[in-house]
Structures are given as C-alpha cells and as structure tokens.
C-alpha cells in the first residue's frame, strides 16, 4: 500500500481550516505544520513530548466557539495514550487530534512503532468515548475531511493519517518559547507579557 506523503497530507488538511488553532507535537508534526504555512493560530510544541493532545484539550475547553486541531505524531500519541481517556471523558465538541502515523518512531532513530506492529489509535479513541474516530489512507479523504474539520462535532474526534515513513527537509518554525506564546494569544485577542 502506498502511503501519503505527511507533508501533503498536513496541507490538505488545513486547507479549509477557517479560524481553526492548531497546536503541534514535537518533531516532524511541528515542521509539517510550519511547512503548510506558518500563522498566528499555530502554536509549536517544543520539548513537550506526549503533550499535545491535551493543550489542544485545553485550548479546546477555553475557546469553545473556535475548532482546536492537535497535529501530533504516532509515538507521541502512544506515549499520551491517557489523554484519549482525558478527552474521552472531557467530551469537547471543538477538538479534532489528528495523527500523523508513520508506524515509526521517526525523531529517534525510525524503529517500528507500536503502530507499526498493529496497535490501532482509532479503536482507541472509540474505546476511550471519543464520537468520532478513524483511520484515512488517501489524500482525497484528507482533502473530503478538512472543510468538516472546522466545524463543531458530537464530541472529540480522532483522525489517524497513514503517511509514509520518509525523512523529509525540516521547516523550522521559531523555537523562541516566549515570542510563540505571545504570537498566539494576540491572535486571541488576549494579552501579551
């Protein structure tokens, strides 16, 4: 089975994004995100490995009139299986986690991730009381789900995204912790410090 290129998918999926925030794991997440586009409304984790599904969690639970987008990767989100049950039981209808799965761990060195050897996220994720869950193969399906993305669902929803495990360039967004967090509470309006 072929599978899609990460970087094409990620831009599929954000092209219809509206005013969506979307927060990106650490690693190759973070470069996809940068490389469809760099904006205000994305937030980069830095060295926050495992985190964010659950800052999308929270950015979801504090801006509920706004779609929240967790862009993460197959090992991170192995490594925050407990926040599928967090989200599971917080039900927002404002968070998509999307999985950028690879079956690999790609920022140590490319050995097979649990993924790889047949854990599925999506079951998961229905298993844990998300409304909506499942697995996409193709760009056309990326590109079918990204105007719904933005629009509030029956509750969390968890899409996992089969791309190839390939090294690609890395697009580096700003690593400056405290110009990233300013940068996206001025595109909410809030305050900055």
């Known amino acids: 089975m072929v599978k899609m290129n990460r ?13 969506a925030l979307v ?6 997440p ?3 995100l940068h490389a469809a586009g760099d904006d205000a409304r994305n937030f980069y984790l830095w060295g926050a490995m495992g985190g964010a599904a659950l800052v999308g969690l929270g950015l979801a639970t504090a801006q509920p009139g706004r779609a929240v987008i ?3 990767g197959d090992g991170e989100m192995l490594m925050g299986m407990g926040a599928l049950a967090t989200i599971g039981v917080a039900k927002p209808q404002n968070l998509s986690v999307v ?8 920022e140590t060195g490319m050995q097979a991730s649990h993924t790889g050897r047949g854990v ?28 719904p993305l933005a629009a509030p669902a029956a509750g969390p929803r968890l ?6 495990a390939e090294p690609l360039p890395r697009s580096l967004p700003a690593r400056d912790a405290v110009f990233l967090k300013n940068r996206f509470r001025a595109s909410l309006g809030l305050g900055v410090n």
């Open 159 to 164: 899409f996992v995204l089969r791309v190839a």
């Open 70 to 72: 967790a862009l993460t």
């Open 7 to 19: 970087r094409e998918a990620t831009a599929a999926l954000l092209a219809a994004r509206g005013d």
């Open 99 to 106: 999985v950028l799965d690879n079956g690999h761990f790609g």
């Open 120 to 147: 599925d996220l999506a079951a998961a994720a229905l298993a844990c009381g998300f409304a909506e869950a499942r697995t996409l193969t193709g760009l056309e399906e990326v590109r079918a789900l990204a105007a």
């Open 23 to 28: 927060v990106s794991g650490l690693g190759s």
């Open 30 to 32: 973070s470069y996809d």
